[in-house]
DNA sequence: TGCCGACATAGGAGTTACTCCTATACGGAT
DNA sequence: ATCCGTATAGGAGTAACTCCTATGTCGGCA
């Protein structure tokens, strides 16, 4: 078996810089490369591709849900294995769908993280808590009669719980405000809230956000 | 010792009714009077007044804060035991300066709701969890440097917190919208929030409201 | 007794947030 | 070939909100 080679993409220095030097002591993990967001990574991998790339999912300049999907699209044998700080359940249930081999948090310990690369280079796939608890959301959400969230929404619904504007989010995002409000509306309807008040309720009921 | 008189307040009439039963068969209970509002409990006490008045907090026609202060103002001899749905730390605190005796929430048993009664007249306070746990967060709020939530910004935020619209609130409050802004903008500049949803989070770390 | 500060109230004028309806484009399922 | 779900966005109107100013009340305090 040939040498794994790992990139990871984290806006935080420190949590980067740490895993680029973990990852170096691993045995099997061969070239490690490193980028601040997903235009970045995306820079990388116009010459060369790794095995396995760890990203963080919430980074500003490019979030990981258009990271993930960029990535896979481009090369679907990459695979992705995420860094996430609390476990989002719906998010982590549509990333499962989009094709994510795995997730860990951040606080997740040096022998966790090697065992989930193996795993994923061996199985396919890195399977904890995080995977497990997804799995059981499934259903428990299609029960309730209203239509999944998308992606999309989920990723609007987390920066409408962090206190932003609609402007702010729209520029994030590099959409318009019609087309933040027309995704609000329907995350609403989706969820039966009336307001933000609800959505942040509704993303603590699910596990979207913790409190 | 001659025999209690207890006066109920409280807007759902299951409740309200099981209360009146169970008043009637403690031994040191005399008469017994309900009401649905704080209006119906002022109207009340026109005629005759009660040793105990048991106040349901969160009541739609009169809040119980404006009762209680209403109560107090006219009669501060009479005994108040608050029923609360959760136990909202800062809004319990606020309760206890302006003068209630106790607190009860609406699953406490038969026991516990007779200690009550007998505590408050025979010591004029009834000692539970929810009045400990008050104690304790009065200073630590004191320390984070903001001014305190006065009571009517209490009021305001709960209403905030159950997803009411701003007309909604003014309407219920009987204040006009502008009133109701400015209220609100003094809690965000007291709670260091920037919109709704940073109200909701400082509310559920103070424990005002539960999930 | 008279004053001051905290609180609750509210108007005017302006800005921002948002709704409702409509419409386009794209990618995947049937 | 068509259709549905998703993401995008404009026009027009309404609700929500800010900022500044101002008033009455009440309790404490000099």
Redesign the interface.
């Known amino acids: 078996m040939t040498s794994i080679n790992v990139y990871i993409a984290d806006d935080h220095p420190v949590v980067r810089k740490g895993m680029v030097r973990l990852l170096k002591t691993f045995e099997r993990v061969g070239q490690v490369k490193e980028a601040a967001d997903g235009k970045e990574l995306l820079a990388l991998l116009t010459n060369d591709r790794p095995h396995i790339i760890i990203l963080d999912i919430e980074m500003p300049v490019m979030g990981g849900v258009d990271t993930v999907k960029a990535v896979l699209q481009r090369f679907p044998n990459v695979k992705i294995l995420i860094l996430t700080m609390h476990s989002e359940e719906v998010l982590v249930r549509r990333l499962l769908d989009m094709g994510v081999n795995g997730f860990l948090t951040k606080s997740s310990g040096p022998e966790e993280i090697e065992k989930a690369i193996y795993a994923i280079m061996d199985n396919d796939f890195y399977k904890n808590a995080i995977t497990e608890n997804a799995q059981g959301i499934a259903g428990a959400e299609e029960n309730e009669g209203r239509r999944k969230l998308t992606i999309r929404e989920i990723e609007i619904l987390l920066l ?4 932003m ?1 609609s402007r702010e989010i729209s520029e994030r995002l590099h959409i318009s405000e019609k087309t933040f409000f027309n995704h609000r509306t329907n995350i609403m309807e989706k969820t039966g ?6 959505l ?2 509704y993303a ?2 699910k596990g979207i956000i913790s ?1």
Not at 160 to 163: G, S, T, V
Not at 193 to 198: L, Q
């Open positions: 409408i719980c962090k206190e504007t809230s009336k307001s933000n008040i609800g942040l309720k603590l009921r409190t």
